[in-house]
């Protein structure tokens, strides 16, 4: 099952989050948090119309997504930045797949129109996903971040979301 994340499921956020920033480079953070941490996270994250969605399976949460601003700037309103994660364990089976299109259909009826993946260049697993789902591979950054003592590359994953010739509003 997939829902909408609420303040009772910050202490499984945590321990997904935590996983990721202590033992993997699927995101470049080395910071534990707890789950008054998370449970923060998703009031700011509700409080500004941004989704958090959780997977759920047998009463415990295996995962979770959500999008935020691809960059503050008002130009560029309109195009937001994913991020998915699970549980290890959970990994495989279409759960992320699940989650993605879940946060992609929010995403269009929010009408954003552009979604960004920014992806550790060796998480092959993350990149054929997002291109399953439609991302084209925009390009690698080489050596832009650091974890575990050796430099990471980029990669720059873009899915269009509608077909407007033109922004709504002007910048």
Not at 85 to 97: I, Q
Not at 147 to 164: A, E, H, I, N
Request: no cysteine.
């Amino acid at each position: 099952m997939i829902r909408d994340a609420e303040p009772e499921d910050a202490e499984a956020i945590a321990a997904i989050y935590n996983d990721a920033a202590l033992n993997s480079t699927t995101f470049w953070n080395a910071t534990a948090v707890d789950a008054a941490d998370r449970r923060a996270w998703i009031a700011a994250r509700g409080a500004a119309g941004l989704p958090v969605l959780v997977l759920e399976e047998g009463g415990a949460v295996l995962g979770y997504a959500s999008y935020g601003p691809f960059r503050p700037q008002e130009g560029f309103r309109g195009t937001v930045e994913n991020s998915v994660y699970l549980a290890e364990g959970a990994r495989g089976g279409g759960r992320g797949r699940a989650l993605m299109e879940q946060l992609i259909a929010y995403a269009r009826a929010a009408e954003v129109h552009a979604m960004v993946a920014a992806v550790d260049a060796a998480n092959l697993p993350s990149i054929r996903l997002h291109e399953k789902l439609g991302f084209q591979t925009i390009g690698t950054l080489p050596q832009v971040g650091q974890k575990f003592g050796t430099w990471l590359d980029l990669t720059l994953l873009q899915l269009t979301l509608d077909d407007r010739a033109g922004p709504d509003q002007q910048v």
